[in-house]
Structure formats: structure tokens, C-alpha cells
């Protein structure tokens, strides 16, 4: 089945405490990008990557990292994470830069 | 920058239609997007317009002005399942990020 597969689907941590995201796609799928949920702000960009080794900054990059070293992964980390990223995350990855997007179930973060 | 502009709420009844609009200025336009996100689920995909006029799709119907900067959702047929939030979503460039408005949250009733 083609799916965009996140890890956890639930997390609580505390500031400071470094953690990744993952995000995995089976569609071979060049695109791949972050994005973040937050009531009354919607869905925001993070980060996004064209293809392997190749990422750029979105909307709101600030205290987020990513790699894209395998064109199927691209986890999401956060050095050192702090309560204004609670937020319920989402993987999104497209054939190509102009496609439908297909998104993971989402990442349920809180930072206490 | 950008800037895209849905409203917040709306409801409709049962086997009714509704339309909902979409508002955007950017500098530069590359397609726009309609996503429909369920409660506590993911986004899924609806349409893509990148030429003016009418993408029709079953129920769901899309439409969009470039000169007006301007595009609606139209879904026929109401059903209770159709309760749920509707994305606006604006790419600018080739190689840009994908701007999403805020949603408008679609209430159906019996």
C-alpha cells in the first residue's frame, strides 16, 4: 500500500531534550516536506526537499533540522525543543514539486 | 509574500450546495490546491487548478481566476460526511513552498 509512514504518533518531552520525527515514503517520491498545525494558524511549511541531499527552508524553519540522505526518509529534529513547538506535525511527500500532496497520520507533539 | 484568505465556518444542510471561496496574493503563482482534512486525520487531496476555469471531479468542483487572484470549492449533493475542514493551498513559484490558508471548517447537517 502506498503511504507516507510518521514516527510516534504521540510524543511528550521536555525542553531541551533533542528528538527526531521520522517520515518514510514507499512511492518513490521526490518531494517531501514538514509541516506543523497549530488552531487558528493551520498548516505552516517547515521544511521541505526536492530530492536527496537537496533541502530548503519553509515558513517557519526556526528550531527544526532535516536531512534527506535516502530519497524514501526524511526525518524532522529538534535539537533542543521548546513549548511553542507543541504542535501536531505532518510528513507530506508528491512525485514531483507541482503534485498532490500525500501526508503521514501526524505526529502529536507537547513540550513541557 | 503571501496572503490567503477563507472563511472560518460555514454550514449547510444535507444534499444542499455549498461553495467555498478562496482569496490569495502572491507574487507569482504556480497552481492551487484544495485539501479536505477530517478531525483529528490527515489531509487528502481534492484538486488542482492551474489555468483558469472549472475543474469538475464527481461531487466536488473547483474553479479558479488568476487575473482575480480567486478560487472556489463547490460541493453538490451534501452529505453528513462532508462535515469537515477545507484547505486552500497556494504554490508560487517552480521550486517554492506550498502556502496553505487556514481552512474553513464545513458543518453539515441532517
Known amino acids: 500500500e502506498a503511504q507516507v509512514t510518521q514516527n510516534p504518533r504521540y510524543l511528550i518531552t521536555v525542553t531541551g531534550k533533542k528528538l527526531t520525527v521520522t517520515c518514510s515514503q514507499n512511492?518513490?517520491?521526490?518531494?517531501m516536506s514538514w509541516y506543523r498545525q497549530d488552531p487558528g494558524l493551520g498548516l505552516r511549511q517547515i521544511y521541505y526537499?526536492?530530492?536527496?541531499?537537496?533541502?530548503d527552508k519553509g515558513d517557519v524553519p526556526e528550531g527544526y533540522k532535516v536531512s534527506r540522505k535516502e530519497k524514501r526518509n526524511f526525518p524532522l529534529i529538534l535539537e533542543s525543543p521548546s513549548p511553542n513547538q507543541t504542535s501536531l506535525y505532518f510528513c507530506?511527500?508528491?512525485?514531483?514539486?507541482?503534485?498532490?500532496?500525500?501526508f503521514g497520520n501526524g505526529t502529536r507533539l507537547t513540550v513541557t | 509574500g503571501q496572503n490567503i484568505d477563507q472563511p472560518t465556518e460555514m454550514t449547510a444542510t444535507e444534499g444542499a450546495i455549498v461553495q467555498i471561496n478562496c482569496t490569495y496574493q502572491?507574487?507569482?503563482?504556480?497552481?492551487l490546491f484544495w485539501y479536505q482534512q477530517h478531525a483529528g486525520e490527515a489531509p487528502t487531496f481534492l484538486s488542482y487548478?492551474?489555468?483558469?476555469g472549472l475543474e469538475e471531479k464527481g461531487r466536488f468542483s473547483s474553479f479558479l481566476s488568476r487575473s482575480k487572484g480567486y478560487s472556489y470549492l463547490l460541493l453538490k449533493e451534501l452529505q453528513m460526511k462532508d462535515s469537515a475542514s477545507y484547505l486552500c493551498?497556494?504554490?508560487?513559484?517552480?521550486?517554492?513552498?506550498?502556502?496553505f490558508g487556514k481552512g474553513t471548517m464545513l458543518l453539515v447537517s441532517p
Open positions: 493551498a497556494v504554490k508560487r513559484e517552480r521550486y517554492s513552498t506550498l502556502t
Open positions: 487548478n492551474v489555468l483558469d
Open positions: 507530506a511527500s508528491s512525485a514531483t514539486y507541482n503534485s498532490p500532496l500525500h
Open positions: 502572491t507574487s507569482g503563482f504556480n497552481g
Open positions: 526537499s526536492m530530492n536527496v541531499e537537496v533541502t
Open positions: 512511492m518513490n517520491h521526490e518531494y
